[in-house]
Nanobody
Framework: QVQLVESGGGLVQAGDSLRLSCAASGRTFSSYNMGWFRQAPGKEREFVSAVTWGGSNIYYADSVKGRFTISRDNAKNTVYLQMNSLKPEDTAVYYC???????????????????WGQGTQVTVSA
């Protein structure tokens, strides 16, 4: 089992950058595929990005491609989401999630992820 704790959210202006971190407990973090999802008020949770356990496969939602970068440091049990050129529509609670399930072809489906953090708020003002 793994516990996930996100950090790094905040209030920024459009065009600014933020880096979210997701720290995982447990010794088996390196075997988990990790994802970032977000949920804006009144909207369903949506996929943002994912990275496989070894970092060899990375996926992005079209809405963040070219602006966000996911990475992981298995030695530090941490996955990151670097967010550049932020837009007001990026405003949401961001969640990291983990799964040992093979996510290829299904990485955007939140139901595949067994473990979730509590979320961190990102607010982008115009």
């Amino acid at each position: 089992q793994v516990q996930l704790v996100e950090s790094g959210g905040g209030l920024v202006q459009a065009g600014d950058s933020l880096r979210l971190s997701c720290a995982a407990s447990g010794r088996t973090f390196s075997s988990y595929n990790m994802g970032w999802f977000r949920q804006a008020p009144g909207k369903e949770r949506e996929f943002v990005s994912a990275v496989t356990w070894g970092g060899s496969n990375i996926y992005y939602a079209d809405s963040v491609k070219g602006r966000f970068t996911i990475s992981r440091d298995n030695a530090k049990n941490t996955v990151y989401l670097q967010m550049n050129s932020l837009k007001p529509e990026d405003t949401a609670v961001y969640y990291c999630a983990g799964t040992v399930t093979n996510i290829r072809g299904s990485y955007s489906q939140s139901r595949l992820y067994e473990y979730w953090g509590q979320g961190t708020q990102v607010t982008v003002s115009a």
